[in-house]
């Protein structure tokens, strides 16, 4: 059975949550490191999401060619 995807707004606040969590007791420089990491995990997982929405070389993409 799939589970419900969680609306914007719950996002915002689980991610709010989880980043006080991870904040605390941390430096400026531990801080900046661990923003930095997940801003990169961030772009890769977006890169791989929009690589695998786009079709395979030679995959019929549901246009016409141009004559």
Known sequence: MERPIPSGEALLILAA???LQLAQGRTTDQLDLMAAFFNVLGDNLALIAARRSMP?????T???PDT
Do not use: R, W, Y
């Open 17 to 19: 949550l989880v980043s």
């Open 56 to 60: 395979e070389p030679g995959q019929a």
């Open 62 to 64: 549901g246009t016409q």
